[in-house]
């Protein structure tokens, strides 16, 4: 013979159950875990970040109505002075719990004046052209208190802003405004 064996009934293997994969438990070294990462995302929430959704087009074409946008809410905090330019958020001066989001055009100290459809700041153009008639145009220039910004929205035709209420306190300031998350044809920084 050389040891070959014909297939038949008697050469067929028995059939196996097949295998049960046992079901994953968790550990208290994993919950311990979980419960650490939520209580971070918890903090970072409550003190350092936050989210908002722009309502309106008075910040557009930076921020438009419905971006979801990353506020930084340590921006300012222990005294820090926004700088020219920074896109921050506050609650109206003029409607209570209202969020509203603009950029700072002068700081504390500047001299501001809105004439000839332009913004100046420190007798230069502050590059916020277009200004509609209807806006304040103010004859003599106005300083900057100290603990106050001016702000101005993008689209000055359509924004309530320091022309309307004047220089804005800097305590009053909820954050800056890092990113726009949402929409994903919009994510980016905010400049």
Known sequence: MNGFTPPGPAAEAPEVAPE????????A??????????????????YVVESDIVQGESMAPTLRSDDYVLIYKLAYRGGRVPARGDVVTFDSPLQPGEALVKRVVAVPGDTVQLSRGRVWVNGKPAGYTGDPPQVPVWDSPEVVPEGHVFVLGDNRANSEDSRDWGPLEIGALRGRALLVYFPPGRMGLVR
Do not use: E, M, N, S
Request: aromatic share 16%; charged share 20%.
């Open 29 to 46: 070294r994993q919950y311990i875990a979980l419960l650490v990462i939520f209580g971070l995302v918890a903090v970072l929430r409550l």
């Open 20 to 27: 049960r994969k046992p079901k994953y438990q968790w550990t």
